[in-house]
């Protein structure tokens, strides 16, 4: 579902921000942007489920795919039925 991350640089992302965030909304990308190729801020698509409840970086986590993998996974933990 996510590709992965490009980095840009801030330069270019003011002057495309429009196409970037464009990108993101439809095409679900995702960008890294930063100086110096120093990573300084990323922009992703707003998470499906907001919540108000959990931390910045847990919604970034739940929305990036960094645990997409986890769905071809045994359920080892969850509540036998």
Known sequence: MYNTMKM????EARKRISLLIED????????????????E???????????????????????????DFLADEPDLYGEKR
């Not at 840009?8 to 330069?11: E, K, L, R």
């Not at 679900?28 to 990573?39: F, M, T």
């Open 8 to 11: 840009i640089s801030t330069t």
């Open 41 to 67: 801020a990323v922009l992703i698509p707003f998470p499906k489920h907001f919540s108000d409840k959990v931390s910045e970086i847990t919604l970034f986590a739940a929305n990036s795919g960094s645990f």
């Open 24 to 39: 993101v909304f439809h095409n679900k990308k995702s960008y890294v942007i930063g100086r110096y190729n120093e990573p």
